[in-house]
């Protein structure tokens, strides 16, 4: 069976930083993208970043140059660097990739973890 593991999500005051990190474990033969979106409460849920397996990224509009993710495609985890916070940037952030298993090419979510961005 095949998950997604969050973690590195917390309080934070504005202007700070926080990493967050997914790692996937299972049968898996293959990740295509990995990504980080997230869901303020009464919104939608939204694209943060993602990156394909040969390296390249997409951000959302106007988190480039705050936000930066990375992968390690050895150990099948994707981080996501936070930095400037605002209080904007408070919800859940989720994880997601695109993964090979045995019965083919799924999408897959991880569990949430919480980002608050409060004084």
């Known amino acids: 069976q095949v998950q997604l593991v969050e973690s590195g999500g917390g309080l934070v005051q504005p202007g700070g930083s926080l990493r967050l990190s997914c790692a996937a474990s299972?049968?898996?033969?293959?990740?295509?993208?990995m990504g980080w979106y997230r869901q303020a409460p009464g919104k939608q849920r939204e694209l943060v970043a993602v990156?394909?397996?040969?390296?390249?990224?997409k951000y959302g509009d106007s988190l480039k140059g705050r936000f930066t993710i990375s992968r390690d495609n050895a150990k099948r985890t994707v981080s996501l660097h936070m930095n400037s916070l605002e209080p904007e940037d408070t919800a859940v952030y989720y994880c997601?990739?695109?993964?090979?298993?045995?019965?083919?090419?799924?999408?897959?979510w991880g569990q949430g973890t919480q980002v608050t961005v409060s004084s």
């Open positions: 299972g049968i898996i033969f293959a990740i295509n993208d």
């Open positions: 997601n990739a695109e993964i090979l298993t045995g019965p083919g090419m799924h999408d897959y």
């Open positions: 990156i394909l397996s040969g390296g390249s990224t």
